[in-house]
């Protein structure tokens, strides 16, 4: 399909209907900016929106696909709504993968929080600092995850993200602090290598999983 075929398609039909992009939106429960930018050829309208829209412009499923009027049948629209159905239940599969890849992970991330909570509470405040960054850490994948397996990505989840993930950080480099106020250099450079390493390999798995979830998660409107 052609986005600036059917750009020009919807827009001329709208038109013909007397109808503004507002109102247009509004039949579909979408926002204008989204008809316009379908009218203008820089988008195209999701399978889910397909079949509302082309009711809303009284047309075929056929004649929207093809973006043109045309005599059509009964089993040629039948046909194009068959493919719409698999194809949406394709996509339906898919989330269902995702969502339970992102439910295990989850699950795993929530055993090890208990597994670090009861390595705090035996050990005690030796290991409070490395107990803290890694549990941040968890958070900072996590919000993402959710907000795949809940198919829904707002702004302030990919925030709070980014910023339990300043968090860990934060506590790591505190404690870098404290050993180079206690002049306890050769421990710092045994460390460096090493800490260096963990902290770019957390930083790119945090930022994909969070672009991850904002290129596929719908947005909250």
């Given at each position: 399909?052609?986005?600036k075929t059917?750009g020009?398609?919807?827009a001329?039909r709208?038109?013909?209907?007397?109808?503004t992009?507002?109102?247009?939106a509004?039949?579909l429960?979408?926002?204008d900016?989204?008809?316009?930018r379908w009218?203008?050829?820089?988008?195209?309208?999701?399978?889910?929106?397909l079949?509302p829209?082309?009711?809303?412009?009284?047309?075929?499923?056929?004649?929207?696909l093809?973006?043109r009027?045309?005599?059509?049948?009964?089993?040629?629209?039948?046909?194009?709504a068959?493919v719409l159905?698999?194809?949406?239940a394709?996509?339906?599969a898919l989330?269902?993968?995702?969502r339970?890849?992102?439910?295990g992970?989850l699950?795993?991330?929530?055993?090890?929080?208990?597994f670090l909570?009861?390595?705090?509470?035996v050990?005690g405040?030796e290991?409070?600092?490395?107990?803290?960054?890694?549990?941040?850490?968890?958070?900072a994948?996590?919000?993402p995850?959710?907000?795949?397996?809940?198919r829904?990505?707002t702004p302030a989840g990919c925030?709070?993200?980014?910023?339990?993930?300043?968090?860990?950080l934060?506590v790591?480099?505190a404690e870098?602090?404290l050993?180079?106020r206690?002049?306890?250099?050769?421990?710092?450079?045994?460390?460096m290598?090493?800490l260096v390493a963990?902290?770019?390999?957390?930083?790119?798995v945090?930022?994909?999983?969070?672009?991850?979830a904002?290129?596929?998660?719908?947005?909250?409107?």
């Amino acid at each position: 399909m052609d986005a600036k075929t059917l750009g020009n398609f919807v827009a001329g039909r709208r038109r013909e209907l007397g109808l503004t992009q507002a109102q247009l939106a509004e039949r579909l429960h979408l926002t204008d900016k989204a008809v316009s930018r379908w009218e203008r050829g820089v988008g195209l309208p999701d399978l889910a929106t397909l079949e509302p829209l082309a009711a809303a412009l009284e047309v075929s499923l056929t004649e929207l696909l093809t973006a043109r009027r045309q005599p059509d049948g009964p089993a040629a629209e039948q046909a194009v709504a068959e493919v719409l159905t698999l194809a949406a239940a394709g996509r339906q599969a898919l989330w269902g993968t995702v969502r339970l890849a992102c439910l295990g992970a989850l699950t795993v991330f929530a055993l090890a929080g208990l597994f670090l909570a009861g390595v705090l509470a035996v050990s005690g405040p030796e290991v409070l600092t490395a107990v803290a960054s890694l549990l941040l850490g968890l958070g900072a994948w996590s919000v993402p995850l959710a907000q795949l397996a809940r198919r829904r990505c707002t702004p302030a989840g990919c925030i709070l993200s980014l910023g339990l993930a300043l968090g860990a950080l934060a506590v790591q480099f505190a404690e870098l602090l404290l050993q180079v106020r206690e002049n306890d250099w050769s421990a710092l450079m045994d460390t460096m290598d090493a800490l260096v390493a963990v902290v770019v390999f957390f930083c790119a798995v945090t930022l994909a999983l969070d672009l991850l979830a904002a290129a596929l998660a719908p947005r909250h409107k």
